[in-house]
């Protein structure tokens, strides 16, 4: 089983922003909590929240392609179903296949991740469940449709490859149940299902062709569904290598009434049509078990009301269900015991089994993490806890994380003492010159602009007036830093004021140079959830951004946040390796050549969880292995982060920055 790797995750999480920003208009967030997969539904059927299980980091691609499939199909639910339609199974199925098709015809990179899924499901799923249900339902086809082969049918008939070649060698198994739908246009009309009200007509044509009253209420011995059945039509032929009569059509009990006066409602079980889903070209009225042929006028009274066959109402008309039509679609449920072989229910069985083998580091849930910029904090705490949730208790309130004008005063105060201008100077200078020793310089010659090239003059003879060169620098590289604060209550008083020093220090020196450079921070924003200790971490992670890529070091925004975090913000726990593994994601989609990660921390991480310090270890490990991301740890008043870090140093004051850190970066931008 291959294992994800810290891209893997990185583009995981970016994958699933994505997906989760088509559900901003409707306030339908995405969390990740626990081990379970589900939709959280209000009391009028319309969906509150889907979440998904918290993803551990030896999470299988198996793992991670079943979330990303749960998501997205849950999404295309969100988007296209009209959930005050919703009812049955067969309704969910056939419901399935129409908005899988608008969420590929509406996204183009959404096909492929359903393809992908639909292999991933049946490889995973129905085949390996699929002798266990055959030789549960004793070759009742009926059954083995409804309860089993129904998602792979109607997929088929949907043109979905996967299930198309699933189905290739299995039309035989449920040819009976498959005739009488091919026979009424079913497999005609998935294709042309548009809306959740398609989907409900189909689904109650499909439960009146299919569910026979026995089936419901079928006793163990099966003596009661056999009577049952027989008694439907005097004249039905003998169904006995079949199982029951449960794969006879379901009826109202108005049809009934007329079941005297239609003797060809017990022929349709061996009508031509079984032999349709083979493609036969041979099929005739009397070729079936009844050995008989239909009338037209039989088959107006077989017991489907005023229904009009495929060939009457035009191949894939959907009919509009009756008031019985639909009560007994809402009534009809899988048997007790039986597997949910929807797609939903699929992908939970890979996700729980997953689940279960994965023991890598794994936090309880993500849900009230917050990774945004500083001064959107308070903002969004105050929404959290207007929600009153269940188990989140939050160090302070909100206005401990509000920034405000007078925080300006507070790093005038604090912090602008540590910064000397002929620190920042002396530090641009040493990295420029670090910078401009890996340029590479060359003259272009051929040029019709520049300085006059001796060896081109010839070119003059032939009235060629490229005689010039130019001299063209080429940089080494081209660099942006991602400089990362611990916020843990370790580094209170000097070392958080010193960490801000020199944070605002480095961004300085960089930017004078065109390096571009964020600043962030990590720590925890609540406290532990009791009775989660199976998972690594229960607090909710708080990790925001003080200065983006593209604001500059001086504005009056950074300072005001930089001179909160040094004054008035709570600075609680210290979860390590996942906080610098969320961080990775301000690197996405940048251009630029190097990218380097710099820690300042004091130490080990500190928390309630289990397997925090292994945890950073295996980060670093892999960060500095595996992606192209630079990492360097900067130790504030302590030598601690080299037990992490294969690149580190110890700052003890701001004025040693010139002196500790040219040298490594030296290698860093090289």
Same mark, same amino acid.
């Given at each position: 089983?291959?294992?994800?790797?810290?891209?893997?995750?990185?583009?995981?999480?970016?994958?699933?922003?994505?997906?989760?920003?088509?559900?901003?208009?409707?306030?339908?967030?995405?969390?990740?909590?626990?081990?379970? $997969?589900?939709?959280?539904?209000? !009391? $009028?059927?319309?969906?509150?929240?889907?979440?998904?299980?918290?993803?551990?980091?030896?999470?299988?691609?198996?793992?991670? /392609?079943?979330?990303?499939?749960?998501?997205?199909?849950?999404?295309?639910?969100?988007?296209?179903?009209?959930?005050?339609?919703?009812?049955?199974?067969?309704?969910? $199925?056939?419901?399935?296949?129409?908005?899988?098709?608008?969420?590929?015809?509406?996204?183009?990179?959404?096909?492929?991740?359903?393809?992908?899924?639909?292999?991933?499901?049946?490889?995973?799923?129905?085949?390996?469940?699929?002798?266990?249900?055959?030789?549960?339902? #004793?070759?009742?086809?009926?059954? /083995?449709?409804?309860?089993?082969?129904?998602?792979?049918?109607?997929?088929?008939?949907?043109?979905?490859?996967?299930?198309?070649?699933?189905?290739?060698?299995?039309?035989?198994?449920?040819?009976?149940?498959?005739?009488?739908?091919?026979?009424?246009?079913?497999? !005609?009309?998935?294709?042309?299902?548009?809306?959740?009200?398609?989907?409900?007509?189909?689904?109650?044509?499909?439960?009146?062709?299919?569910?026979?009253?026995?089936?419901?209420?079928?006793?163990?011995?099966?003596?009661?569904?056999?009577?049952?059945?027989?008694?439907?039509?005097?004249?039905?032929?003998?169904?006995?290598?079949?199982?029951?009569?449960?794969?006879?059509?379901?009826?109202?009990? &108005?049809?009934?009434?007329?079941?005297?006066?239609?003797?060809?409602?017990?022929?349709?079980?061996?009508?031509? =049509?079984?032999?349709?889903?083979?493609?036969?070209?041979?099929?005739?009225?009397?070729?079936?078990?009844?050995?008989?042929?239909?009338?037209?006028?039989?088959?107006?009274?077989?017991?489907?009301?005023?229904?009009?066959?495929?060939?009457?109402?035009?191949?894939?008309?959907?009919?509009?269900?009756?008031?019985?039509?639909?009560?007994?679609?809402?009534?009809?449920?899988?048997?007790?015991?039986?597997?949910?072989? &929807?797609? =939903?229910?699929?992908? !939970?069985?890979?996700?729980?089994?997953?689940?279960?083998?994965?023991?890598?580091?794994?936090?309880?849930?993500?849900?009230?993490?917050?990774?945004?910029?500083?001064?959107?904090?308070? =903002?969004?705490?105050?929404?959290?806890?207007?929600?009153?949730?269940?188990?989140?208790?939050?160090?302070?309130?909100?206005?401990?994380?509000?920034?405000?004008?007078?925080?300006?005063?507070?790093?005038?105060?604090?912090? +602008?003492? #540590?910064?000397?201008?002929?620190?920042?100077?002396?530090?641009? +200078?040493?990295?420029?010159?670090?910078?401009?020793?890996?340029?590479?310089?060359?003259?272009?010659?051929?040029?019709?602009?520049?300085?006059?090239?001796?060896?081109?003059?010839?070119?003059?003879?032939?009235?060629?007036?490229?005689?010039?060169?130019?001299?063209?620098?080429?940089?080494?590289?081209?660099?942006?830093?991602?400089?990362?604060?611990? /916020?843990?209550?370790?580094?209170?008083?000097?070392?958080?004021?010193?960490?801000?020093?020199?944070?605002?220090?480095?961004?300085?020196?960089?930017?004078?140079?065109?390096?571009?450079?964020?600043?962030?921070?990590?720590?925890?924003?609540?406290?532990?959830?009791?009775?989660?200790?199976?998972?690594?971490?229960?607090?909710?992670?708080?990790?925001?951004?003080?200065?983006?890529?593209?604001?500059?070091?001086?504005?009056?925004?950074?300072?005001?946040?930089?001179?909160?975090?040094?004054?008035?913000?709570?600075? $609680?726990?210290?979860?390590?390796?996942?906080?610098?593994?969320?961080?990775?994601?301000?690197?996405?989609?940048?251009?630029?050549?190097?990218?380097?990660?710099?820690?300042?921390?004091?130490?080990?991480?500190?928390?309630?969880?289990?397997?925090?310090?292994?945890?950073?270890?295996?980060?670093?490990?892999?960060?500095?292995?595996?992606?192209?991301?630079?990492?360097?740890?900067?130790?504030?008043?302590?030598?601690?982060?080299?037990?992490?870090?294969?690149?580190?140093?110890?700052?003890?004051?701001?004025?040693?920055?010139?002196?500790?850190?040219?040298?490594?970066?030296?290698?860093?931008?090289?």
């Amino acid at each position: 089983m291959k294992k994800t790797s810290v891209k893997d995750i990185t583009k995981f999480r970016e994958a699933i922003k994505n997906v989760v920003s088509m559900l901003v208009a409707r306030n339908i967030p995405v969390i990740e909590r626990g081990d379970k $997969a589900y939709v959280e539904y209000n !009391k $009028a059927g319309e969906p509150l929240c889907i979440c998904i299980p918290s993803i551990p980091d030896d999470a299988s691609d198996k793992f991670l /392609m079943a979330i990303r499939g749960f998501i997205d199909h849950e999404v295309a639910h969100v988007l296209f179903t009209d959930s005050t339609k919703a009812t049955s199974f067969v309704w969910n $199925a056939v419901e399935d296949t129409f908005i899988e098709r608008k969420m590929g015809e509406m996204f183009k990179g959404s096909r492929a991740n359903l393809i992908n899924t639909q292999k991933h499901v049946i490889d995973t799923v129905f085949i390996p469940k699929e002798m266990e249900a055959i030789a549960e339902k #004793l070759g009742d086809q009926t059954r /083995m449709f409804m309860e089993f082969y129904l998602v792979p049918v109607l997929r088929a008939w949907n043109d979905q490859t996967p299930f198309i070649d699933y189905m290739e060698d299995r039309w035989e198994s449920v040819k009976e149940p498959v005739s009488i739908l091919i026979k009424h246009g079913v497999d !005609k009309m998935i294709p042309k299902i548009s809306s959740t009200s398609d989907s409900v007509a189909v689904a109650a044509l499909i439960v009146r062709l299919l569910v026979d009253k026995p089936m419901e209420s079928k006793e163990p011995d099966g003596s009661d569904s056999k009577e049952k059945g027989k008694g439907k039509s005097s004249s039905e032929p003998s169904e006995g290598d079949c199982g029951s009569g449960s794969d006879l059509p379901w009826h109202d009990e &108005s049809d009934e009434q007329e079941q005297s006066d239609a003797p060809g409602d017990g022929e349709e079980k061996g009508s031509p =049509e079984s032999s349709e889903s083979e493609g036969s070209e041979a099929a005739s009225a009397d070729a079936g078990d009844g050995g008989s042929a239909e009338s037209e006028e039989d088959k107006k009274s077989d017991g489907i009301g005023d229904e009009p066959s495929d060939a009457e109402s035009g191949a894939g008309d959907i009919p509009k269900p009756t008031k019985g039509d639909l009560e007994k679609l809402e009534s009809t449920k899988l048997p007790k015991g039986a597997m949910d072989m &929807s797609m =939903e229910g699929a992908m !939970k069985m890979i996700i729980s089994s997953e689940s279960e083998l994965s023991t890598g580091y794994r936090p309880y849930e993500r849900t009230y993490d917050f990774m945004g910029r500083l001064e959107h904090a308070s =903002e969004f705490f105050r929404n959290v806890l207007a929600a009153s949730p269940k188990g989140f208790h939050m160090y302070g309130d909100a206005d401990n994380y509000m920034v405000i004008p007078k925080h300006e005063a507070v790093f005038n105060k604090n912090i +602008k003492p #540590l910064i000397g201008d002929d620190i920042v100077a002396t530090l641009a +200078k040493d990295l420029e010159r670090t910078i401009a020793s890996q340029n590479r310089n060359q003259f272009v010659p051929g040029q019709r602009r520049g300085r006059l090239h001796g060896p081109s003059l010839y070119r003059l003879s032939v009235d060629d007036d490229r005689v010039f060169r130019k001299l063209e620098v080429k940089r080494a590289v081209n660099s942006c830093v991602q400089i990362v604060i611990d /916020m843990s209550g370790s580094m209170r008083g000097q070392k958080i004021k010193t960490a801000c020093a020199a944070a605002y220090t480095l961004a300085d020196a960089l930017a004078r140079i065109n390096v571009k450079t964020m600043i962030t921070g990590f720590t925890t924003s609540s406290l532990a959830m009791p009775g989660k200790s199976e998972f690594n971490r229960s607090e909710a992670l708080f990790l925001p951004i003080i200065k983006g890529w593209e604001t500059p070091i001086s504005s009056k925004q950074t300072i005001c946040n930089l001179g909160a975090l040094a004054g008035t913000m709570i600075l $609680a726990e210290n979860i390590d390796g996942e906080s610098i593994l969320a961080l990775l994601q301000h690197f996405s989609g940048r251009q630029e050549d190097r990218k380097i990660m710099i820690v300042l921390s004091d130490g080990s991480p500190a928390a309630q969880g289990s397997g925090l310090t292994g945890h950073l270890k295996m980060v670093t490990k892999q960060i500095e292995q595996d992606t192209d991301i630079h990492l360097l740890g900067i130790g504030i008043l302590t030598d601690a982060p080299r037990r992490f870090y294969r690149d580190n140093i110890c700052l003890n004051n701001v004025g040693d920055l010139a002196e500790t850190l040219i040298k490594q970066m030296q290698r860093l931008l090289s």
